[in-house]
């Protein structure tokens, strides 16, 4: 790594918060010591964007330190404030962005902080980007930097909460037991893995009778898989997804094309790693009660 690299990445440095366009929490608290944070964030921030680095080595304690991604390692105010002169000599007009993903504070006067964070130069170059993890500590009623560890930056990914249904990547086949109505469904990944998108037809003696999208995924606030479908005739509808064992239940509530609230809930129960089992219970339309599906059989497709 050259010293202009390495000064570069250094700019990142998620302190803990900053201000308008600067700064995103996703998943911090909202208490004092928050506030506190975020306000002695918002002055590093006025410090970076006027470039004096005496100012911006100053948010760390006295002995405080800094490691890059490739173990590169800055001890102390002088030879932080030091990398951020030479920073501010060769690139003008640096803007800091900061995205806090969690924030804990492990005792009353220590907090230790994660993140993504992006520095923006005014020339159009690419944004230099990192993961970091921060450690903070109270001084004299100051929140300052104890420590900084940065890791090369990686795009958020809710995998390891979809990755129960990863069987479900492929192709897959079903028919009525006439064998007049045949459904296929091809499920796969998304961008980064945080969703898993299926398109859907279904057909009657060769006569395309529907078809659709699906995008299951993951939400943080109920945490639970949920799905979200779009009929090519207008419809749409949601999903909660809960699972005991090898079945699979989706509560569903739909809107149909004509205005009409559709209820149901859908049990997929799978039998082995090709073969699944599926039926619709529990369905109301706009209120009164529909007769349950007869269960079907899904075969995946070699």
């Known amino acids: 790594m050259t010293k202009h690299r390495l000064i570069i990445k250094l700019m ?10 600067g700064f995103t929490v996703r998943a911090a608290d909202t208490d004092s010591k928050d506030a506190a944070i975020t306000k002695t964030a918002e002055a590093f921030v ?11 080595s100053e ?16 001890k ?19 803007k800091l962005h900061i995205e806090v993903a969690a924030r804990k504070f492990p005792t009353p006067d220590t907090a230790i902080e994660d993140g993504n964070s992006m520095v ?4 159009g170059r690419a944004p230099s980007r990192s993961r970091y993890t921060n450690v903070l500590v109270k001084k004299d009623g100051k929140w300052l930097l104890e420590s900084v560890r940065e890791a090369a930056y990686a795009a958020p990914s809710n995998y390891e909460y979809l990755r129960p249904l990863e069987w479900l ?16 469904v091809n499920f796969e990944w998304g961008p980064g893995k945080n969703f898993i998108v299926a398109t859907r037809t279904v057909e009657h003696q060769d006569a395309l009778m529907q078809n659709g999208t699906q995008w299951i995924g993951w939400d943080p606030v109920a945490k639970q898989i949920r799905s979200w479908n779009f009929e090519g005739d207008g419809g749409f509808s949601e999903g909660k997804w809960s699972n005991d064992g090898n079945t699979w239940t989706i509560k569903t509530d739909s809107t149909v094309v004509d205005g009409s609230k ?11 790693g090709d073969t699944l ?12 009660s529909v007769p349950d599906t007869a269960e079907i059989t899904v075969k995946r497709v070699n």
């Open 12 to 21: 990142p440095l998620a302190l803990a918060s900053c201000i308008g366009g």
């Open 46 to 56: 006025e410090a970076f964007n006027k470039g004096d680095a005496k100012a911006v």
């Open 169 to 184: 990547i492929g192709e897959w086949a079903g028919e009525s037991a006439d064998g007049k109505v045949v459904g296929r």
């Open 277 to 288: 089992k599926i039926k619709t219970t529990d369905q109301k339309l706009d209120g009164k």
């Open 76 to 94: 102390g105010r002088k030879a932080i404030e030091a990398s951020f002169a030479d920073l501010f000599s060769k690139n003008k007009d640096l």
């Open 120 to 123: 923006i130069a005014p020339d």
């Open 262 to 272: 559709v209820t149901g809930v859908n049990t997929a129960t799978v039998v082995d």
């Open 59 to 74: 948010f760390w304690t006295p002995d405080g330190d800094y490691v890059d991604e490739d173990a590169r390692v800055l």
